[in-house]
């Protein structure tokens, strides 16, 4: 009798083995893709964030020496900003168009230098420059320092800079050959520049390292700009 059920159990066993069902194989998972805008952010989208004014400076700028003094900066919780005209620094290493025999004011020297120890190149990097510290405004207290990325927008074209150069302490409104060349401003350092319509937004803690490098400022400032339009 034992053999016949341990006969009986073995043709079970073969059964079930017989008509089990294969596992169904796995399926794989479809994520919906990731998308990114990256579509550059237009002069109109950076003007929209900065219609408003919240003055972080304690006094007001002039745009330049005998104006009226009624350029406040401004502030948000990424940028600072300020509008105002555009005068041509051509300071820093000469070259060709940026030199004592072109620029009667010319200075072989900015506040910031290359990684190299030399000068900035006024007419090779496009830079901004900010007013000296002092109890108007001191830019250091708010994230601003050599190589922080700005967005210069003029008459619909933005331009991307670093902070290469410090000015007067009461005067703003100033940026490189390179960068009013790259905005169609004329850039003569004797007769370029415009004399108002300039916003100048510096994002707060940013930093181009090395500070001469003109495309990491470009994309990190393509970077910053769409997340500050869109609200930080």
Not at 25 to 35: G, L, Q, T
Not at 106 to 130: C, H, I, K, N, W
Request: proline content about 9%; aromatic content about 6%; some cysteine.
């Amino acid at each position: 009798m034992r053999v016949r059920l341990l006969t009986l159990a073995a043709a079970g066993a073969a059964l079930l083995a017989a008509t089990t069902v294969p596992a169904a194989p796995a399926v794989p998972r479809h994520e919906p893709p990731v998308r990114r805008d990256d579509r550059p952010v237009s002069a109109a989208e950076l003007l929209a964030r900065v219609r408003d004014c919240v003055p972080v400076s304690r006094g007001r700028y002039r745009s330049d020496a005998g104006a009226p003094a009624d350029i406040p900066v401004c502030g948000l919780r990424e940028a600072v900003f300020w509008e105002a005209d555009m005068d041509i620094d051509c300071d820093g290493r000469p070259g060709p168009r940026c030199n004592p025999h072109t620029d009667p004011a010319f200075l072989a020297a900015t506040a910031y230098a290359q990684s190299d120890g030399r000068p900035l190149s006024a007419e090779e990097l496009p830079f901004v420059v900010v007013p000296a510290p002092s109890g108007i405004w001191d830019h250091r207290d708010h994230g601003v320092r050599g190589g922080s990325v700005a967005a210069v927008v003029h008459a619909g074209r933005v331009q991307y800079a670093v902070v290469g150069d410090v000015g007067p302490r009461d005067i703003i409104g100033e940026a490189s050959y390179a960068t009013a060349e790259a905005l169609g401003v004329d850039p003569d350092p004797r007769t370029g520049g415009t004399p108002s319509g300039v916003t100048y937004i510096v994002f707060k803690g940013s930093r181009v390292d090395p500070v001469e490098d003109r495309a990491a400022a470009v994309l990190t400032g393509e970077r910053l700009a769409r997340w500050f339009a869109r609200g930080g």
